[in-house]
C-alpha cells in the first residue's frame, strides 16, 4: 500500500496550489479519501474529504470556499485544490484513505504560504 502526496511547495499569499495524492496497493475506488494537514507545534487536523466514487465532499470551515478536494478513480488519485492561500495555510498536507477498520496515510507534502 502506498499513498504519495506532491505538489507542495512555496507561494505567495492569495496564491494558489494543486496538491495530488497516488494511491497504489488497494482497491482505491471502494475507500474514503480525505487530506489532513499538521502545523509546527500544533495537532493534526481534517481539511477535507471525499466519498468513495466521489458525490459527496466536506470541509473544514477554515478553507470552505477556498480549497476543493476531487478524486479520479481511473487514474487512483485525488487531488486537492487549494485557493486564495494565506500564511497560517502553511502546514505539512497528508493523505489518509480510510474504509472500515483500514487507514492508510501517506508520507506529507509540506506547503509553505509566505511573501
Known amino acids: 500500500v502506498q499513498l504519495v502526496e506532491s505538489g507542495g511547495g512555496l507561494v505567495q499569499p492569495g496564491g494558489s496550489l494543486q496538491l495530488s495524492c497516488a494511491a497504489s496497493g488497494f482497491t482505491f475506488s471502494s475507500y474514503y479519501m480525505s487530506w489532513y494537514r499538521q502545523a509546527p507545534g500544533k495537532e493534526r487536523e481534517l481539511v477535507a474529504g471525499i466519498t468513495s466514487a466521489g458525490g459527496s465532499t466536506n470541509y473544514a470551515d477554515s478553507v470552505k470556499g477556498r480549497f476543493i478536494i476531487s478524486r479520479d478513480n481511473g487514474k487512483n488519485t485525488v487531488y486537492l485544490q487549494m485557493n486564495s492561500l494565506k500564511p497560517e495555510d502553511t502546514a505539512v498536507y497528508y493523505c489518509?484513505?480510510?474504509?472500515?477498520?483500514?487507514?492508510?496515510w501517506g508520507q506529507g507534502t509540506q506547503v509553505t504560504v509566505s511573501s
Open positions: 489518509k484513505a480510510r474504509r472500515l477498520n483500514w487507514e492508510y
